[in-house]
């Protein structure tokens, strides 16, 4: 079931959605709450390998090694170049019920320049959440940290869930984390078959 404000907003007041911090009760629209650019940031680079290895391979560079962090305060400004992915997060730090998911994309005003994202935040989650930002213009993009560059829009399952009941690679996080696709369980299955 998608929630409006009227059902939203209490949640918060009750202390059941924890949004910190919360800029201005502004933030929450009819059907979404608007979300902003945090501090810190995982910048891609070309560095001398030819390619990320989410393979698993024991001898691959480290997928953290092809991002270089970076930080800006509340109010600067950052660049976004041409097909250029960044690592962030919401400055916000979100709790959510665990009957309550959440999904995100990007505002309309930040679309229509080429900034895409589009991620779900399960049931129970704690954490900023962690952004992929990638500039699909083929113009560089300024922005500045702190403004409203996301929408959060969230639906109520039928019954909660334990987000905890298993192992997360992601939990809990406050900054950008890079991609853990090489850790994927399935990733070690499949290096023991043999492909002949």
């Given at each position: 079931?998608?929630?409006t404000k009227?059902e939203i907003?209490?949640?918060?007041?009750s202390?059941?959605?924890?949004i910190?911090?919360l800029?201005?009760?502004e933030?929450f629209?009819?059907m979404?709450?608007d979300?902003?650019?945090?501090t810190?940031?995982?910048v891609?680079f070309?560095?001398?390998?030819?390619?990320?290895d989410?393979?698993?391979?024991v001898?691959?560079?480290?997928i953290?090694?092809?991002?270089q962090?970076?930080k800006?305060l509340?109010?600067?400004t950052f660049?976004l170049h041409p097909?250029?992915?960044?690592?962030c997060s919401?400055l916000?730090?979100?709790?959510?019920?665990?009957d309550?998911f959440v999904?995100?994309s990007?505002?309309?005003s930040?679309s229509r320049?080429g900034?895409?994202?589009s991620?779900?935040?399960?049931?129970?989650?704690?954490?900023c959440?962690?952004?992929?930002?990638?500039n699909h213009?083929?113009?560089?993009?300024k922005?500045?940290v702190g403004?409203?560059?996301l929408?959060?829009?969230?639906?109520?399952?039928?019954?909660?869930?334990?987000?905890?009941?298993?192992?997360?690679?992601?939990?809990?996080?406050?900054?950008p984390?890079?991609?853990?696709?090489?850790?994927d369980?399935e990733?070690?299955?499949l290096?023991k078959?043999?492909?002949?």
């Amino acid at each position: 079931m998608y929630l409006t404000k009227d059902e939203i907003f209490p949640l918060y007041k009750s202390g059941e959605l924890i949004i910190r911090p919360l800029l201005s009760e502004e933030q929450f629209g009819e059907m979404t709450l608007d979300l902003r650019l945090g501090t810190d940031f995982l910048v891609s680079f070309q560095g001398r390998e030819p390619y990320i290895d989410a393979t698993g391979d024991v001898a691959a560079r480290p997928i953290s090694s092809f991002f270089q962090e970076t930080k800006r305060l509340i109010g600067e400004t950052f660049f976004l170049h041409p097909h250029q992915t960044v690592l962030c997060s919401t400055l916000e730090y979100l709790k959510l019920p665990n009957d309550v998911f959440v999904s995100i994309s990007t505002r309309s005003s930040f679309s229509r320049l080429g900034l895409l994202i589009s991620s779900i935040v399960q049931p129970g989650y704690c954490g900023c959440l962690s952004l992929e930002l990638t500039n699909h213009n083929n113009n560089a993009i300024k922005i500045r940290v702190g403004s409203a560059i996301l929408q959060a829009r969230f639906f109520k399952l039928s019954k909660e869930t334990n987000y905890f009941s298993g192992e997360r690679k992601y939990a809990c996080q406050v900054r950008p984390v890079p991609s853990k696709a090489n850790l994927d369980k399935e990733i070690s299955i499949l290096q023991k078959m043999s492909f002949k």
